[in-house]
C-alpha cells in the first residue's frame, strides 16, 4: 500500500490554519482539500490532530562514527521521529572528523540503512576541524554534505573563516558558524554574571559570542556572501544580527529550546544537565531571543541536540559535558512556550521548524503543499505531559526538563509517505 489518506486534521499551510484532508502517493502529497476519498489508501484519523510540514533539525549531534556510546546514527535517527523530526543534519565534529567525501559517504549510507528520518552530513570547513587548512568542500558536497562548519570548534584564523565562505560559496554552499571566541571564554563553564558568583563557577561574558558574530556578520558584508549563525543566546547578539539584516547583509541564524525557556537561575542547583555552550543567559536574554523569533531576526529553531552517556554528566560542574538530549522534547517546548506563550502563531512556528531550515539549506520538504515531498508530522496540541527522560528513545538522557510539563504530543511522523513513528504502536 503506498497512500495514505490524512482525514480531518487541522493543517498548518502557509496560508493558513485550515480544516482538510491531505491523500499521500508515492512519496508525495497529492492533494489537499475537503472529503477526499482514496478506497485502496490507509486512512489516519487525524480529528483533533494538527498537521505539520515534517520537522527539519539543521544542527544536530549524532555521534557516529567514533562515539557510539553517546549516540549513533540508527539510535539518533529514532529518537528525531519520536519527535516529529522527518530531516536533520549532523554535526562533522566526530571521529574521525567528517571532513572528506568517504566519512561524508558513510553517513549518508548508514542514515538510508537506518530507514528512519533523512539524514544529512554537514562537513568540516577544515581538515581535523583545526581551522588551518580547508577542506575539500566539493567532493563533500558531491557526497551528499548540505553545508560545512567546525561546529564547536570555530576557525579563529579570519583569513581562512573568508577563504571557507568564499569557497563554500563557489559550490553554492553555506558555512555555519558556531560563533564563540575562546581566547575570551577561558574555561568558563557558565554565563558571566549575578548566578556565576553566587555559584562559584567561572563565567563566560557575552563578548565571547557576540564578538564572533560580529565578526561572521562583517564578513558576509564585506564578501556580499551568505552566512549562518549557530545557536545565539544573547540579547547582544540578536541585536547584531536585527540590524545586519536592516541593511541587507545575507545572514541567518537559529537558535534552541533552552536558550528561550531556561536561564542562568538553574546552573545554581549544580545539575550538569544545564551545562550547554553557549550557556544559559539571563531573563534580558531569553526576551530577547523571543522577540527576535516573533520579528524575523532568528530565523529557525534547532535543537542542538547534544546526547552524552551518563558518566560524563554525572560529575563535578567543570568537569562535565556541555550540550543537552533535545531533538525528542524540541517541538513540546516550542509549543509551550511560543505558541501557547502568544510569542508565535502555528505558521511562524512550521516556519521557525520546518520551512526556514529546508529554504536556508536548499532542502526539498518543510512545507505542507500539492507535489511536495510527504513529509508530514501530526500532534495533539491539547496532551499535555512531563518529560521524562526515562522515556527517552535517545541514547542521551541528558536534559534540565525532567518532569516539566509541556503541550504538544507527536502521534505520527511520515517521511516520503511512509509512517516512521505512530505513537500508539
Same mark, same amino acid.
Given at each position: 500500500?503506498?497512500?495514505?489518506?490524512?482525514?480531518?486534521?487541522?493543517?498548518?499551510?502557509?496560508?493558513?490554519?485550515?480544516?482538510?484532508?491531505?491523500?499521500?502517493?508515492?512519496?508525495?502529497?497529492?492533494?489537499?482539500?475537503?472529503?477526499?476519498? &482514496?478506497?485502496?489508501?490507509?486512512?489516519?484519523?487525524?480529528?483533533?490532530?494538527?498537521?505539520?510540514?515534517?520537522?527539519?533539525?539543521?544542527?544536530?549531534?549524532?555521534?557516529?562514527?567514533?562515539?557510539?556510546?553517546?549516540?549513533?546514527?540508527?539510535?539518533?535517527?529514532?529518537?528525531?521521529?519520536?519527535?516529529?523530526?522527518?530531516?536533520?543534519?549532523?554535526?562533522?565534529?566526530?571521529?574521525?572528523?567528517?571532513?572528506?567525501?568517504?566519512?561524508?559517504?558513510?553517513?549518508?549510507?548508514?542514515?538510508?540503512?537506518?530507514?528512519?528520518? *533523512?539524514?544529512?552530513?554537514?562537513?568540516?570547513?577544515?581538515?581535523?576541524?583545526?581551522?588551518?587548512?580547508?577542506?575539500?568542500?566539493? !567532493?563533500? *558536497?558531491?557526497?551528499?554534505?548540505?553545508?560545512?562548519?567546525?561546529?564547536?570548534?570555530?576557525?579563529?584564523?579570519?583569513?581562512?573563516?573568508?577563504?571557507?565562505?568564499?569557497?563554500?560559496?563557489?559550490?553554492?554552499?553555506?558555512?555555519?558558524?558556531?560563533?564563540?571566541? *575562546?581566547?575570551?571564554?577561558? %574555561? %568558563?563553564?557558565?554565563?558571566? %554574571?549575578?548566578?556565576?558568583?553566587?555559584?562559584?563557577?567561572?563565567?563566560?561574558?557575552?563578548? &565571547?559570542?557576540?564578538?564572533?558574530?560580529?565578526?561572521?556578520? $562583517?564578513?558576509?558584508?564585506?564578501?556580499?556572501?551568505?552566512?549562518?549563525?549557530?545557536?545565539?543566546?544573547?540579547?547582544?547578539?540578536?541585536?547584531?544580527?536585527?540590524?545586519?539584516?536592516?541593511?541587507?547583509?545575507?545572514?541567518?541564524?537559529?537558535?534552541?529550546?533552552?536558550?528561550?525557556? $531556561?536561564?542562568?537561575?538553574?546552573?545554581?542547583? @549544580? #545539575?550538569?544537565?544545564? /551545562?550547554?555552550?553557549?550557556?544559559?543567559?539571563?531573563? &534580558?536574554?531569553?526576551?530577547?531571543? !523571543?522577540?527576535?523569533?516573533?520579528?524575523?531576526?532568528?530565523?529557525?529553531?534547532?535543537? #542542538?541536540?547534544?546526547?552524552?552517556?551518563?558518566?560524563?554528566?554525572?560529575?563535578?560542574?567543570?568537569?562535565?559535558?556541555?550540550?543537552?538530549?533535545?531533538?525528542?522534547?524540541?517541538?513540546?517546548?516550542?509549543?509551550?512556550?511560543?505558541?501557547?506563550? %502568544?510569542?508565535?502563531?502555528?505558521?511562524?512556528?512550521?516556519?521557525?521548524?520546518?520551512?526556514?531550515?529546508?529554504?536556508?539549506?536548499? $532542502?526539498?520538504?518543510?512545507?505542507?503543499?500539492?507535489?511536495?515531498?510527504? #513529509?508530514?508530522?501530526?500532534? #495533539?496540541?491539547?496532551?499535555?505531559?512531563?518529560?521524562?527522560?526515562?522515556?527517552?528513545?535517545?541514547?542521551?538522557?541528558?536534559?534540565?526538563?525532567?518532569?516539566?510539563?509541556?503541550?504538544?504530543?507527536? !502521534?505520527?511522523?511520515?517521511?516520503?509517505?511512509?509512517? /516512521? @513513528?505512530? &505513537?500508539? /504502536?
Amino acid at each position: 500500500m503506498n497512500a495514505i489518506l490524512i482525514k480531518g486534521g487541522t493543517a498548518v499551510l502557509p496560508e493558513g490554519v485550515v480544516l482538510c484532508d491531505l491523500l499521500l502517493k508515492d512519496g508525495k502529497i497529492v492533494r489537499i482539500g475537503s472529503a477526499l476519498s &482514496a478506497p485502496d489508501a490507509q486512512v489516519i484519523d487525524a480529528r483533533g490532530l494538527h498537521v505539520f510540514p515534517g520537522l527539519i533539525d539543521m544542527h544536530v549531534h549524532l555521534r557516529e562514527p567514533g562515539y557510539e556510546y553517546k549516540e549513533d546514527i540508527a539510535s539518533g535517527s529514532a529518537a528525531a521521529v519520536h519527535g516529529g523530526f522527518t530531516q536533520v543534519c549532523c554535526m562533522p565534529n566526530t571521529d574521525p572528523v567528517c571532513d572528506n567525501a568517504a566519512v561524508v559517504s558513510y553517513i549518508v549510507n548508514r542514515g538510508r540503512e537506518v530507514g528512519l528520518c *533523512k539524514v544529512h552530513p554537514v562537513g568540516a570547513m577544515t581538515v581535523g576541524e583545526k581551522g588551518e587548512r580547508l577542506s575539500e568542500m566539493g !567532493k563533500m *558536497k558531491d557526497a551528499g554534505a548540505v553545508a560545512f562548519s567546525d561546529d564547536g570548534r570555530p576557525v579563529a584564523d579570519s583569513r581562512i573563516l573568508r577563504l571557507a565562505m568564499e569557497y563554500a560559496s563557489g559550490f553554492g554552499m553555506l558555512t555555519l558558524s558556531h560563533c564563540e571566541d *575562546k581566547n575570551l571564554v577561558d %574555561g %568558563g563553564v557558565v554565563n558571566e %554574571g549575578y548566578n556565576s558568583t553566587l555559584a562559584g563557577l567561572k563565567g563566560i561574558p557575552r563578548a &565571547a559570542e557576540e564578538i564572533d558574530v560580529a565578526r561572521v556578520i $562583517l564578513l558576509a558584508e564585506t564578501l556580499g556572501l551568505r552566512a549562518h549563525i549557530c545557536h545565539v543566546s544573547t540579547r547582544g547578539a540578536v541585536q547584531l544580527l536585527r540590524e545586519a539584516k536592516r541593511r541587507g547583509v545575507r545572514v541567518t541564524a537559529e537558535t534552541c529550546p533552552h536558550y528561550f525557556t $531556561l536561564t542562568d537561575d538553574a546552573v545554581t542547583g @549544580f #545539575d550538569a544537565n544545564t /551545562k550547554v555552550n553557549p550557556p544559559l543567559r539571563e531573563a &534580558a536574554d531569553v526576551a530577547a531571543i !523571543k522577540e527576535g523569533l516573533a520579528d524575523g531576526t532568528l530565523d529557525c529553531i534547532v535543537t #542542538d541536540h547534544a546526547p552524552h552517556h551518563a558518566d560524563e554528566k554525572n560529575v563535578e560542574y567543570n568537569l562535565a559535558a556541555f550540550g543537552i538530549s533535545g531533538i525528542e522534547t524540541s517541538f513540546a517546548l516550542s509549543y509551550t512556550a511560543l505558541v501557547r506563550g %502568544g510569542v508565535l502563531t502555528l505558521e511562524q512556528l512550521a516556519e521557525k521548524m520546518s520551512t526556514a531550515p529546508a529554504r536556508i539549506l536548499g $532542502l526539498e520538504g518543510g512545507v505542507l503543499r500539492e507535489g511536495a515531498a510527504a #513529509d508530514i508530522m501530526l500532534a #495533539d496540541l491539547a496532551a499535555a505531559w512531563r518529560i521524562d527522560p526515562k522515556q527517552f528513545v535517545s541514547k542521551g538522557k541528558n536534559t534540565p526538563f525532567a518532569g516539566t510539563q509541556v503541550y504538544g504530543e507527536v !502521534k505520527y511522523t511520515i517521511v516520503d509517505g511512509v509512517i /516512521k @513513528f505512530a &505513537a500508539e /504502536k
